[in-house]
């Protein structure tokens, strides 16, 4: 898959003039406007970033993000249906989907995993042709990982990804055979991510470092300990200079990579509430956060965080405190939930 072109390159400078004046695009799964609030679980760009995918309760949903109707979407209704039936089984409704990730070298291939225990592959299609017509996706494979599944992470050769289970257990999965191949229970981990190589993991605890373990041997390396309460998320930068972590003390910690030493730290005057998400721009410049289920404690506005000043680049005005957040994997569009009525893009 050849890489897509990127956008052109902004200056801090220049970044709040460009997107002050940018008004957010709705997804909405509701024909008529509606004041509810769609409690999104997460959100993925697929490679190229021309599809978007979000979990919601037990469904799955896939978007064109150049066409912000339903119509035009893929919806993976009860996706991870109970008792163990199969997808599309009539009559049996859907465990809560708690994850989903796009594969980052196919473009189609999305995972998920959920309360059923299950990690499943997805080939999705969404067509942008001027017909309207919503696409299908087909699950492909699965792997049962046992207890409820709670968050994944794709290796960035997309062979591979890391699937958590809520008991802390850790299953490394060869999506090419969709079994699993070592499990590991210590500590507790919220989250884990791949740095850029591929060559280490990133693992978020209750304690508060977050110890990095060499892949695929998972011997401890290092451990980031800037964080007096649990961390949530940390995130390679695309440029690798950084590692950003998010804690539950409000606070966003930088590490360089050279000596993992913490360089500063990003907060912003509203911002009093777990840091549970995390997204760099295509170009590492910019970092956003949300809260996740932590948001309802938060604090309305999405702050564009500057990565080597710190600075509060540009405010995003929101109804409420963000949930999830996602950055366009080319491209200055920043995709993020929290706001009434579902799904929200903003950005060039």
């Not at 220049?14 to 004041?35: G, I």
């Not at 993000?65 to 009559?91: C, D, M, Q, W, Y």
Request: net charge neutral.
């Amino acid at each position: 898959m050849a890489p897509p072109p990127r956008s052109r390159v902004l200056k801090k400078a220049d970044f709040q003039q460009v997107f002050k004046s940018l008004k957010p695009t709705l997804f909405s799964e509701n024909v008529k406007p509606t004041a509810l609030i769609q409690k999104i679980s997460s959100i993925s760009w697929s490679a190229t970033g021309t599809l978007l995918a979000t979990s919601t309760s037990a469904n799955i949903r896939v978007w064109n993000p150049e066409r912000a109707s339903v119509k035009t979407s893929i919806e993976l209704r009860n996706a991870h249906p109970k008792t163990g039936a199969a997808f599309g089984t009539n009559g049996v409704s859907g465990d809560v989907v708690e994850k989903v990730a796009f594969c980052p070298v196919q473009e189609n291939l999305l995972a998920s995993t959920g309360h059923d225990g299950l990690v499943r592959l997805w080939d999705v299609r969404v067509p942008g042709g001027t017909a309207g017509v919503g696409g299908k996706g087909t699950a492909v494979a699965d792997c049962r990982v046992g207890k409820e599944g709670y968050h994944l992470a794709w290796h960035p050769d997309g062979n591979e990804l890391l699937a958590g289970r809520r008991d802390d257990s850790i299953y490394s999965i060869d999506v090419r055979q969709a079994t699993e191949r070592i499990s590991r229970a210590k500590d507790v981990y919220y989250n884990l991510s791949f740095s850029n190589s591929g060559r280490e993991v990133f693992a978020t605890t209750d304690r508060g470092p977050v110890k990095i373990f060499g892949y695929p041997s998972m011997d401890h390396i290092h451990s980031l300990a800037g964080h007096p309460a649990t961390t949530y998320v940390a995130k390679h930068s695309p440029s690798g200079a950084y590692i950003a972590v998010g804690s539950a003390d409000s606070t966003i910690s930088l590490w360089d990579t050279v000596n993992f030493l913490c360089t500063h730290t990003l907060n912003a005057p509203n911002q009093f509430t777990s840091i549970k998400d995390l997204s760099f721009s295509f170009d590492g410049q910019f970092l956003v956060a949300g809260s996740g289920d932590a948001a309802r404690d938060g604090s309305a506005g999405l702050n564009i965080f500057c990565v080597e000043t710190g600075e509060v680049a540009h405010t995003i005005d929101t109804a409420n405190c963000p949930t999830y957040v996602a950055w366009h994997p080319t491209r200055y569009l920043l995709a993020y939930g929290g706001d009434p009525g579902g799904l929200r893009t903003v950005g060039l």
